[in-house]
């Protein structure tokens, strides 16, 4: 089974503004079988983004098919064990960085001791343990960038979506980051 199927995927926004909407992604197929990685490139406007959001539910498919784990994307099954990383995150200040990957793992229904079990790991892995406890408002674009892949990593995903997972972050920062990946 693919972890990932797409047949003919469209999206298109309907404005108001242009007759027809504008279309950010035209009959799009693809399948991505387990253990595989693989990279979405394309230059900015050309639908990666929306791609990843039709695949995790978050915006309807216009036409076409999708499947995430033999799941179609409106099932919440399809998210359970997928991880996300967005572009454009906005983590909500107030928390710490070990407080964004409890709530996160909370949201999977995670039990408590395998949320802190991995929290560990998982800051340990991104090179975040001694700032677990600062709140991430002080925390930098690259430090943002590595709590954001430990949260999303904190389901023990089968399939995992990093949308610009570099983006912002320095040279050294980037190539910590990619170690990880």
């Given at each position: 089974m693919?972890?990932?199927t797409v047949n003919e995927l469209t999206k298109v926004y309907h404005t108001g503004m242009k007759k027809?909407?504008?279309?950010?992604?035209?009959s799009v197929s693809l399948h991505i079988e387990p253990g595989e990685i693989f990279g979405l490139l394309g230059p900015n406007g050309a639908g990666k983004t929306t791609l990843f959001k039709?695949?995790?539910g978050i915006s309807s498919i216009t036409s076409g098919e999708a499947t995430l784990l033999g799941n179609t994307p409106s099932n919440p099954k399809s998210r359970m064990k997928i991880g996300y990383?967005?572009?454009n995150h906005r983590f909500p200040e107030h928390l710490t960085g070990l407080g964004l990957i409890t709530l996160t793992g909370r949201m999977y229904n995670?039990?408590?001791?395998v949320i802190a079990q991995r929290a560990d790991e998982l800051l340990e892995t991104v090179d975040m343990t001694k700032w677990?406890?600062?709140k991430m408002k002080k925390y930098s674009k690259g430090m943002l960038q590595r709590v954001g892949l430990a949260q999303s990593m904190i389901n023990d995903p089968e399939v995992l979506f990093l949308d610009e997972p570099t983006d912002g972050v320095d040279?050294?920062?980037r190539a910590e980051?990619?170690?990880?990946?």
């Open positions: 693919n972890v990932v027809g909407g504008i279309t950010a992604l035209d039709l695949l995790l990383l967005p572009e995670l039990k408590e001791d677990a406890d600062t040279p050294v920062g980051i990619k170690k990880v990946m």
